[in-house]
């Protein structure tokens, strides 16, 4: 299994859903640089499930230990380990499925791959490993902020519902959860929960601060890199970047350019697969939560067909502890690139 993402600064990710710890080692991480727990840990709060109603009620405290490659709250150069203790495992809610795959999981194709799970909340298939993305995120995106580059992201739609942008203060002030001070996403939602349904996504993430040259043709574009490190992550089925191209003309979809630059962003900020210098605009739609206590057609490890009926603690809206997540895997793209570049150069 492939469990390591990056080029200059690599990270390798570890654990299982009901294992006793997940983790991560960041290697070829800069030295002499500050490196607090409590900086990291209130980033990863973000993501930390049962914060609300509207997600898992697995009562995690995702509290981060940093066990290597930090002496005096300063990294040494060495591989950090980071870990994270899986505090209120129930696995028994799953042998109900210990011999059943679970429709839209990954349940029958690691079993076919590997001739073997885990169905403890799918092992490492389970969105439980994303936490160890955050962390990372919670690193990176403070030095590229000091560099200027500001990555943000809102949800822009939850099942059929639309959200307007107001201004990223607004949006700060609860993060991503600001909607939920509208009680018609609250019911809209809790209904959803209560007849065990669940719902689609949409989240719109702006990056601005991005130079142009970001990028290499042909197999190394930007976007393409971006798109990979975006689909790992779980439930996320389509990326676009730019304006939706539908029944658009080209001369619509064009960037006009003058001497000061782009008259529209159309493109999203990428020509060719290199940023051209404008806001780099990307939209990711997330599937639905698989696992709903509806029951439903599947087959057992012998192949027969069966009714089935998931148990456990599953989100109604995957998407609405996604952001952290997807802002994390953006910043170990972009200073991946940036000193990549510095190398190049």
């Given at each position: ?112 791959k ?54 990223w ?19 809209y ?24 040259g970001?990028?290499?043709p ?10 990979n ?35 529209s ?7 060719g ?5 404008q ?12 696992s709903t ?27 609405l ?18 000193l990549?570049?510095k190398?190049?150069?």
């Amino acid at each position: 299994m492939n469990n390591s993402f990056g080029n200059i600064i690599k990270i390798n990710t570890f654990g299982e859903s009901h294992g006793l710890l997940i983790g991560i080692v960041i290697d070829g991480f800069f030295s002499n640089y500050f490196l607090f727990e409590k900086i990291i840990q209130k980033y990863l709060n973000l993501r930390k499930p049962f914060t609300s109603l509207f997600s898992t009620q697995r009562k995690e405290l995702d509290k981060i230990k940093i066990c290597t490659g930090v002496f005096k709250n300063k990294t040494t150069g060495a591989p950090i380990l980071i870990i994270i203790k899986n505090n209120e495992k129930k696995s028994n809610d799953y042998k109900n499925i210990n011999k059943i795959f679970r429709p839209g999981h990954a349940d029958i194709t690691y079993f076919l791959k590997y001739k073997f799970r885990d169905y403890r909340g799918g092992g490492r298939s389970s969105a439980r490993e994303t936490a160890c993305r955050v962390i990372v995120g919670s690193i990176f995106k403070n030095i590229l902020f000091n560099k200027g580059i500001i990555i943000r992201s809102y949800i822009k739609k939850i099942g059929s519902i639309n959200f307007n942008f107001y201004n990223w203060k607004f949006i700060k002030n609860r993060f991503f959860l600001n909607i939920f001070f509208l009680n018609d996403i609250k019911e809209y939602i809790n209904n959803c929960k209560n007849s065990s349904n669940s719902l689609c996504a949409e989240i719109i993430i702006i990056i601005n601060g991005i130079k142009f040259g970001l990028g290499d043709p042909i197999y190394q574009k930007i976007d393409s890199i971006l798109s990979n490190y975006l689909i790992s992550i779980n439930a996320v089925k389509n990326i676009q970047f730019g304006i939706k191209l539908n029944n658009k003309s080209s001369y619509i979809i064009k960037d006009e350019i003058y001497k000061y630059g782009f008259l529209s962003n159309n493109n999203g900020g990428i020509l060719g697969g290199i940023s051209n210098g404008q806001p780099i605009v990307i939209k990711l739609n997330f599937k639905p939560t698989s696992s709903t206590s509806k029951i439903i057609k599947t087959i057992n490890e012998k192949f027969i067909n069966i009714n089935s009926k998931t148990y456990g603690r599953h989100d109604p809206c995957v998407a609405l502890r996604a952001v952290p997540i997807i802002e994390s895997m953006i910043s170990t793209v972009i200073i991946n690139k940036i000193l990549l570049q510095k190398v190049y150069d």
